[in-house]
């Protein structure tokens, strides 16, 4: 059955089928009975046999990397902290309430024209009509991605207040229609 | 523009710390010429300098460094996304 299942399936025309497709068939499989069905080999798992110093090793490795692990949140936490303090230092009492309520911000250009800066780094910028309606989405992020969030948010508030122009030059931009 | 009393000012420039700061006393020329020197050499990076205030209701952006400025801001280069 399985010969023919393999000749059907290497040769679907009678004049290509050869002899020797049926022994590939059986190379393939590796175990086939002489009936013809399929072996499948299994064998039970056997845990390693550690020694005592073995163990102690991995387990120190093990502390170590728990512990490198920690390091790194906590000092991850502390730069995100750091950046957030910077930016809220910088923010009016309207803007860090608003920050701290709904970790968004609205500036106003020089311009005139309003933005939302929402908490992110790219796509995070948003265009607000007078009618408090967000119309156009910005990309435009600070270049190190290694930049904590916060500091991305206070670079394109100030540039959005300050260097408006420049910063819009370098965005990508797209319309935000009432479906989206 | 000029203080009436010696005060410390403040570049903060951010980087993957959150910010180093730079601590300048206005009347110590090499105070003065080291924050000057920072400020020159992250603008030829790509950096731009605000002058701000910790209310964050006032600022500039810098051509050149300020000595008087109450706290610069250098933030790096902005690209599209």
């Known amino acids: 059955m399985i010969d023919t299942t393999w000749g059907c399936w290497a040769n679907s025309t009678a004049a290509t089928t050869t002899a020797g497709s049926s022994a590939i068939w059986r190379t393939w499989t590796s175990d086939v009975t002489t009936s013809g069905s399929y072996v499948m080999q299994t064998q039970p798992y056997r845990a390693p046999v550690l020694t005592p110093e073995q163990i102690a090793a991995a387990e120190q490795r093990h502390a170590e990397l728990v512990k490198a692990q920690a390091e790194h949140q906590a000092k991850q936490k502390a730069v995100k902290e750091k950046a957030e303090r910077l930016l809220c230092e910088h923010l009016t009492e309207e803007q860090e309430q608003a920050w701290k309520e709904n970790r968004a911000i609205f500036v106003t250009a020089k311009s005139g024209r309003r933005f939302k800066i929402k908490e992110g780094r790219a796509g995070n910028i948003e265009e607000i009509n007078t009618e408090g309606k967000a119309i156009r989405s910005f990309c435009v992020h600070v270049e190190p991605h290694n930049v904590p969030d916060a500091d991305n948010v206070l670079a394109q508030k100030l540039a959005l207040e300050h260097n408006e122009e420049a910063l819009l030059r370098v965005a990508n931009s797209h319309p935000i229609t009432p479906y989206r | ?81």
């Open chain 2, 1 to 81: 523009m000029t203080t009436a009393t010696s005060e410390k000012h403040e570049m903060a420039v951010m980087d993957e710390t959150g910010d180093t700061k730079l601590i300048w006393d206005e009347d110590n020329d090499v105070e003065v010429e080291a924050a000057r020197s920072m400020f020159n050499s992250l603008k030829k990076k790509g950096y731009a300098g605000y002058s701000v205030n910790k209310k964050g209701d006032k600022g500039e952006l810098l051509a050149e460094f300020d000595p008087a400025a109450e706290r610069i801001i250098m933030a790096p280069q902005m690209k599209g996304g």
